[in-house]
C-alpha cells in the first residue's frame, strides 16, 4: 500500500482529501449528464434558487390529471383555462373542445346567477355550494363546486381554480339511507305491534314475563311479574340471588338446579312455590321459559310466569274426588259380598233356632250371634253409605221439622258436659233428602264432635240457605243451584290439614282402636253426594271443627208414605221360585222359604229360571237376586217376563240396592228385600208380594 | 466483553462495518420524480444493509433554499452522509444500489482508480 514511505503523512492525507473530491465532482458532472438529477440549486442576488428541470412537476400534473373530483382553472368570467379529463366526462364533452369555453354552458339556467355569486363572492377566500350540472347530452348530475382564487405570481391576471365534485353516487346513498330508515321504522312499528299482541296474550293469560342476563346476572320483569310476586310497581332491578330467594328456602336448590339445568338444554319449565311479599302467603308459581346462545354460550334465559296455586288447588280437589270415587267402588263391592255372607250365617241362624233344643246358654249363644250378624249389617250399612250404594227414601224433607229429633239425638249423644246450641232457620225450607239416613249423619257428626271434646264445649247445630253458582258448583263437585245447609260446629281441638284431607275416607280415624269404626264421617260423605249434595269441612287445631252437608233445596213437598211395619211372621202357601246365583244364600233362603210353609224350585242363573217358567209348571211368586253374572240378571228376568208372564208376581232381593236399579221405569213399583234378612222380613215381603198381585 | 471485542474485530475485517451510527441527509426539491424515486430507494437501501443504525433527515430545498449552501449542494436529488465522518456525497435518485454503498462507504471500493 505505502508505496512512498518518504511521503509525509500530512501530504499523502491531503492527496487521498483532493482526490476524493475530484471524484465527487466528476460524479457530480456525471449525474447531471446522465439526467439523474431533475433539480439543480443556483445562486442569485436573493441568494440560493431551486429550479427544477421540465416535467419535473409531473406528479402534480398525473394527481389532478387523475383524481376523482373534476378540476378546472377559470378566468376572472368564468372561461375555462384547464379542465381535467374527470370534469370532461361529468359533462359528457371532449375535454379539447372545453377550454376556452364559459362554465356557465354546464350550470342548469336557474342557478347560472348563483354561480356567479359563487365565483365573485370574497376575493382570495374558499368557498363551496352545491349545483345541478347540464351535462351536453342533457342529463343532470348534482355536483359541488369548491372555488379558491389560484395565486400563481403577482403579475399573473386573476385566476380561479374549481373543484367540481360528483354528488350523484352520495345523493344515491341518502337515498338509500332514508329508504333504509322507512325501513326500519315500519319494521320498529312492526315490532311494536308484536309486541303489544304479546303483551294483551301474556295479559289474557294473566302472565308475567322475565329475562335473566347470564352476563351480569341481572333479571328485567314485567309489572304482572311484580305483582305476582306481590310487589307494588317501581321496584328497583335485582340480581339473580334476589330472584332465588324468593322462592320458599325448601325449593330454592331446585330452582337452582332448573336454571342450571336450562343453560344446558335450552328449556325451562317448572311449578316452585314462593312467599308474596305483601301477604306473606305462599304461591305456587310456573315458570316456563327457553335460554338463548351467542357463540354457544348460554347468554341469557328468557320467559313467562304466572301464578298456579288456584289450577293446583282445583286439581289437589279432582284428584281427592277421584280418590274417593276408587275407595267407594272398593267398598260397595265388599259391602256386597259381605251382605251375602251375613245372609248365610244368618238365614242359618233363624233355622237353627227352630231345629235344636235351646238350653239358657244356647239361647244366649244364638243371640249373641244373630247381634254379630245385625251390628254387621249395620257396619255394611254404613260402607254402602259412603259408596252410595244405600237405598235412599228421599221426600221433600223440612229441616224444621226435624230439629226436635235432632235435639234429641244430640242430647242423648253428648253428655252433659258438652251443651247444645240450635240455631233455628228463618223460613222453612225443604230439601230433598232421606230424613233418618240425615239423622244418621247428624248422630255421626254429634259423636265426633263429643269425642274432640273430652273436657266438655258447646256443640251449635245450624241451619241455612246457599246459593251456588256454576264456578262454586263445579268446584265443590255438584250442580250449580240452592242448597239448604245443615251445619254442625263444635268448639274441640280442631284437626290439621293433613288430617282434614283423610277424614272422609273410610277406616280413617284418629281415635284409639276400639273407639271408632273410620266410617262416620264417610256416612256423611256418602249420604250427602247420593242426595245429590256435598259434604265440606273447616276445622284449625285448636278452634274447633264445622261440618257442613249441603242438600238440594226442593219447593214441593211430597206426602210421606209411612209404613208400618209388623214384627211377626206370617206363613204361607205356594210354589215360590228361587234365583241366586250364591250356592249358600240361596239354600238358606230355600230353607227359610220351606220353613214358612212354602214349596221351593230353584235356578241359579235367570236362563234357568227362565227354563223352568217355560215349562209351565206352578209358580206362584219369583223370589230373585238382582245381580247376578251370566247374560240373564234380576233385572233382565223380570223384563222378559213382563213379556210373557205378566201375572206371575216378582220379589227382588239384593246386596246392595242400588239407585240405578230402581232408577228403572220397569221395576219401580217392585218390591226390593234388602240382604241380609231374617226370616221375618222375608215371612212379610212375600206375603205382601203375593197380596198385591192376589 | 473480551468475546465480544473480538467478535466486533472480526466484523470490521468483513465488507460490512458495524460500529457507528449513520446520519444520513437527502435534500430534494419538492416532489419531483427523482426525489420521490430518491427518498423510496434510501429507505429501502438502509433498511437492507444499515438496520437500526441510521437516521434519515429530508430536506426539501424548494421550501428552504437557503440550506443548499451548508453542504454546497448544487443538483438534486443530493444524499450527504453527515455521520461518520469524513462527509460523503452521493447525487442521482439513488438507484444503482452498488453506487451508493461504494459512496457512503458502506462497502470498500474494489477498484482503486489510482
Known sequence: MNRQPDFAAADHAQLVELRDRLREAEETLEAIRNGEVDAVVVGGPAGQQVYTLENADRPYRVLIEQMQEGAVTLSEHGLMLYCNQRFATLVGAERESLIGEPIERFVVSTETSAFHRLMDSGRGARRSAEFMLQAADGSRVPVNVSIADLKVDAQMPRVLCGVVTDLTHSRERSHELAAANMQLASEIDERRRAEDGLQLALDAADMGNWELNLVNDVVTRSARYDQIFGYTAGERTWEWPTMLSQFLPDDREAVDVEFARAKRTGFIDFERRIRRVSDEAIRWVQIKGRTYYQDGKPVRIAGVISDVTDRRHVEEQLRQAQKMEAIGQLTGGIAHDFNNLLMVVGGSLDMLDQRIEKDEKTARYLAAARQGVERGARLNQQLLAFSRRQDLRVEAVCIEDLIGTFENLLDRAVGETITVHIERAPELWYCRTDPHQLETAILNLAINARDAMPQGGAITLRTRILQLDAQGAATSGAAAGDYVVVSLSDTGMGMPPDVVDRVFEPFFTTKDVGKGTGLGLSQVYGFARQSGGFVNIESQPGSGTTVFIHLPRTARPVAVETATHSTAEIKGKGVVLVVEDDNDVRAVASSLLENLGYSVLEAETGSDAMRLIERGGRIDLIFTDVIMPGDMNGIDLVRELKARHATIPVLLTSGYTAQRIASEELVKDLQLLRKPYNQVELSLAVRMVMNDRA | ?114
Open chain 2, 1 to 114: 466483553m473480551n468475546d465480544a471485542n473480538r467478535s466486533v474485530a472480526a466484523a470490521e475485517d468483513s465488507e460490512e462495518p458495524t460500529t457507528g451510527e449513520y446520519n444520513l441527509r437527502l435534500y430534494v426539491a419538492g416532489q419531483t420524480p427523482k426525489s420521490l424515486a430518491a427518498i423510496a430507494n434510501l429507505k429501502n437501501l438502509c433498511e437492507k444493509h444499515l438496520s437500526g443504525r441510521y437516521t434519515i433527515e429530508v430536506v426539501d430545498l424548494l421550501v428552504t433554499p437557503q440550506l443548499a449552501a451548508g453542504d454546497q449542494i448544487v443538483a438534486l436529488p443530493t444524499l450527504v452522509r453527515r455521520l461518520p465522518p469524513p462527509l460523503k456525497r452521493v447525487i442521482g435518485d439513488l438507484s444503482n444500489t452498488e453506487r451508493v454503498l461504494v459512496g457512503l462507504d458502506i462497502r470498500p471500493k474494489l477498484a482503486s482508480t489510482t
